[in-house]
């Protein structure tokens, strides 16, 4: 059974940082591109990033660019978000998703799915 966690979430200052981890249970990530989405109560999910699975394409939406890192250990399984500078408006339920090979195209903000999801974690960004 694919499965994907993700850990990592919980509550930070403003400026602070966190990383998420999102492991994969009953495949091996290799051929897999890897997104991360977010959704913040009462609004839509968005998408936040992508990598692909040969980890040589990253994209992000321009909301996290220059502060969100993307990046894989398939060694681990894992793919991580390093998010830095964290801003309030960052509060989200974050998600990561699956989907063979390449991301869906070049602009998270596109993004409206990918096959196989985790059940999120909860990131505040609060003082």
């Known amino acids: 059974q694919l499965q994907l966690v993700e850990s990592g979430g919980g509550l930070v200052q403003p400026g602070g940082s966190l990383r998420l981890s999102c492991a994969a249970s009953?495949?091996?990530?290799?051929?897999?591109?890897i997104g991360w989405f977010r959704q913040a109560p009462g609004k839509e999910r968005e998408g936040v990033s992508c990598?692909?699975?040969?980890?040589?394409?990253?994209n992000y939406a321009d909301s996290v660019k220059g502060r969100f890192t993307i990046s894989r250990d398939n060694a681990k399984n894992t793919v991580y978000l390093q998010m830095n500078s964290l801003k309030p408006e960052d509060t989200a339920v974050y998600y990561c998703?699956?989907?063979?090979?390449?991301?869906?195209?070049?602009?998270?903000?596109?993004?409206?799915?990918?096959?196989?999801w985790g059940k999120g974690t909860l990131v505040t960004v609060s003082s």
């Open positions: 998703a699956a989907q063979p090979y390449y991301c869906p195209g070049y602009v998270p903000e596109n993004y409206h799915g990918m096959d196989y």
């Open positions: 990598i692909s699975a040969s980890g040589g394409r990253t």
């Open positions: 009953g495949f091996t990530l290799d051929y897999y591109a």
